[in-house]
C-alpha cells in the first residue's frame, strides 16, 4: 500500500480531527492528491484535492470546515476538519498517483451528536 491513511476517531459534534496520507514521493510529486469518504450505504465520494502547485477544491458540504494541505518535506497530505457535524461520518481515504488512481485504505470518522 503506497498510501496509507491515519488519524480516524470518535469525536463530538463541533469538534475537529486532523487525517494524514503518507505516501511515497512517486506519487506525491506525481501530481494531484485527494481525499475522498464513503458514508453507509452510499457512494464514495469527493471531499478535497490539492494540486503540486497547492490549488485546492473542496466539495460544497465541506467548504469552511476542512482544510487541505500537504508537506513536500513529509509526502504527507492532510485534512484538517473542524466542526464537525454527524453527515461528515464516513470512512475517509486518500487518492493520488501518476493517473490519480492510487487509493490508500480507508480511516474510519465517526461523528456523535
Known amino acids: 500500500v503506497q498510501l496509507q491513511a491515519s488519524g480516524g476517531g470518535l469525536v463530538q459534534a463541533g469538534g475537529s480531527l486532523r487525517l494524514s496520507c503518507v505516501t511515497s514521493?512517486?506519487?506525491?510529486?506525481?501530481?494531484?492528491m485527494g481525499w475522498y469518504r464513503q458514508a453507509p450505504g452510499k457512494q464514495r465520494e469527493l471531499v478535497a484535492t490539492?494540486?503540486?502547485?497547492?490549488?485546492?477544491n473542496y466539495a460544497d458540504s465541506v467548504k469552511g470546515r476542512f482544510t487541505i494541505s500537504r508537506d513536500a518535506a513529509k509526502n504527507t497530505v492532510y485534512l484538517q476538519m473542524n466542526s464537525l457535524k454527524p453527515e461528515d461520518t464516513a470512512d475517509y481515504y486518500c487518492?493520488?498517483?501518476?493517473?490519480?488512481?492510487?487509493w490508500g485504505q480507508g480511516t474510519q470518522v465517526t461523528v456523535s451528536s
Open positions: 487518492r493520488g498517483g501518476p493517473s490519480f488512481d492510487d
Open positions: 514521493r512517486s506519487i506525491f510529486v506525481a501530481g494531484v
Open positions: 490539492i494540486t503540486r502547485g497547492g490549488t485546492t
